[in-house]
């Protein structure tokens, strides 16, 4: 077969215009939040996720992979992995285990986000789970949990009421507000400041957060936005000292704005398979429930907006008023839950807040 000098430019030029659009593709996808898919929330149900308490492998890997592929539209859920990350990336993964082993996300959701790392060409050397605590990531046992190859690392060795320490964290990264502890002097800066741990800023240029869905005293919930502002940063108490000197609902959003934060952020994905609707963030058995639910996002305001609404709608379930107008009892003690904090992050860019620019789209598996 002969080919000629003018097909062969052809065929050539088409090629070439083929490989920079599948690059521009890549390249043009929004940096961090809101990301690809602004008001986009995948929530995969499986009822079959929970037996005696305990996570099922394979409606679990069912669950992981139908949200990836139906968030990303992507025909496989290694090609979903893939519109996300890539070889070269070191991401981390943002573990929530203040409720400790009984309200923390399970080692068989993140293995699954790991074997989907793995699919995208990262490597478990480029992988790393984090949490800002050392002693409370022990305590969940997520320590034991990793398979061989993945690291993991803190910000700070343990809880403490005196949040000032800085080994952990990047002095040339901090978010300053005018908000101090009681007793503080306000005139030093460092009082006013919170600093970014240096895992997100010196380590990793991309990472996965993975927060538990439930109710938060102060916060109202600590789903997505609440798991990068209290931990990521340090001098976090400052926000929340007492039930009447509460700062969350501007402190969350503060926080997460900072482009260390918000450029990093690449996905969410909320484990509501065990949920908290009261009493948080310490785990408390006589609130939890079994929503067998998981929730996949890039937008991590469209995500707390709809985790706001699932704990909401199990409160009425249960005759307790909405989040938003509870007023303190003997386990949740703040005069007011202030989940503003959502609809002020969707005020800064960090996602969509508007009901009807949301699309929650609802999987049930078998």
């Known amino acids: 077969m002969r080919v000629n000098r003018r097909d ?11 490989l920079s ?66 070889k070269g990336d070191v991401v981390g993964i943002k573990v929530s285990p203040v409720g400790g ?42 320590d034991k949990w990793l398979p061989d190859g993945i690291r993991w690392d803190a910000a700070s060795p343990a809880y403490s009421e005196w949040q000032h320490d800085m080994a952990g964290y990047d002095a040339d990264h901090f978010m300053e507000l005018a908000i101090v502890n009681p007793g503080e002097n306000f005139n030093d800066a460092h009082m006013r400041r919170s600093y970014v741990a240096k895992i997100v800023t010196q380590r990793i240029n991309k990472f996965i ?14 789903i997505a936005l609440k798991n990068m502002s209290h931990g990521m940063v340090n001098n976090v108490n400052r926000s929340h000292p007492t039930p009447t000197n509460n700062t969350c609902g501007i402190f969350i959003p503060s926080a997460v704005s900072m482009n260390v934060i ?40 469209a995500l707390d907006k709809t985790g706001l609404k699932a704990i909401d709608s199990k409160r009425a379930e249960v005759g307790m008023a909405s989040i938003a107008l509870s007023k303190p009892d003997s386990e949740s003690h703040y005069l007011n839950c202030q989940v503003e904090h959502i609809e002020i992050a969707g005020t800064l860019g960090l996602g969509v807040f508007d009901d009807a620019k949301i699309d929650v789209r609802r999987v049930r598996l078998a």
């Open 209 to 222: 957060n993975l927060p538990v869905l439930k109710h938060h005293q102060s916060a109202g919930v600590t």
């Open 101 to 142: 082993a009984r309200l923390c996300s399970d080692a068989l959701v993140l293995h699954e986000i790991i074997a989907g790392l793995n699919a995208a060409g990262v490597p478990a050397s480029d992988i790393l789970v984090f949490n800002r605590y050392r002693e409370e990531t022990i305590a969940a046992g997520i």
């Open 262 to 301: 918000r450029e990093k952020a690449a996905l969410h994905i909320c484990d509501g398979v065990r949920a908290q609707y009261h009493g948080g963030p310490p785990a408390k058995p006589q609130f939890m429930w079994e929503h067998k639910t998981m929730y996949f996002a890039t937008d991590p305001v």
């Open 8 to 18: 062969l430019v052809k065929t050539s030029l088409a090629a070439l215009g083929a």
């Open 21 to 86: 659009l599948r690059a521009q593709s890549k390249s043009a996808q929004p940096k961090g939040m809101p990301g690809p898919f602004p008001g986009r929330v995948i929530a995969v149900e499986h009822p079959g996720s929970l037996i005696a308490n305990r996570y099922q492998a394979e409606p679990v890997r069912d669950m992981m992979r139908r949200g990836m592929t139906e968030l990303t539209g992507a025909p496989a859920w290694q090609d979903a992995w893939r519109s996300l990350f890539e």
